[in-house]
């Protein structure tokens, strides 16, 4: 099993997670505080701050202008734990396959222009097919080929 398929499976039972854990507008610094009967004087000194600080932390968040070291030191002081991590949108297996694909196409399509100019155009769409199949497998078996190009 390679890395992906590794990872893959790790991430499917968060994917589920990730899309229910949308950030509440003001954050979950603030929303958790609130919900914990918290004033930001109470949160600035559970986290050894001066209260305009904790403002700051929150609207930091808020934002998206919050170092993870702040969000950190700010889950502490709220009883939480942070949970970083990215959930690609779809299977990283597919996303490779997919940009195999992609890439295996744009190679083809290269080649069959400058075939077409020389006469020597490929009209056999199974010939073809198996053209782009043997090349996906040539990329597949060395991916970090597939991100040289935009």
Do not use: F
């Not at 195999?100 to 020597?120: F, K, Y």
Request: include cysteine; hydrophobic fraction near 40%.
């Amino acid at each position: 099993m390679d890395a992906a398929e590794q990872l893959d499976r790790r991430l499917d039972a968060l994917r589920p997670l990730a899309d229910a854990a949308v950030r509440p507008s003001r954050g979950w610094v603030r929303a958790l505080r609130e919900a914990l009967g918290m004033t930001t004087g109470q949160l600035a000194e559970r986290l050894g701050v001066k209260q305009p600080r904790a403002v700051e932390l929150e609207r930091g968040e808020a934002n998206g202008k919050i170092t993870i070291q702040s969000l950190e030191r700010a889950a502490e002081a709220l009883g939480c734990r942070l949970v970083y991590v990215l959930v690609p949108k779809k299977r990283l297996a597919d996303t490779i396959g997919e940009r195999a694909s992609l890439v295996a196409e744009r190679h083809l399509a290269a080649v069959e222009q400058t075939m077409l100019l020389e006469g020597q155009a490929v009209t056999n769409t199974g010939q073809r097919k198996e053209s782009h199949r043997r090349l996906v497998e040539e990329l597949l078996r060395r991916p970090a080929r597939l991100w040289d190009e935009p």
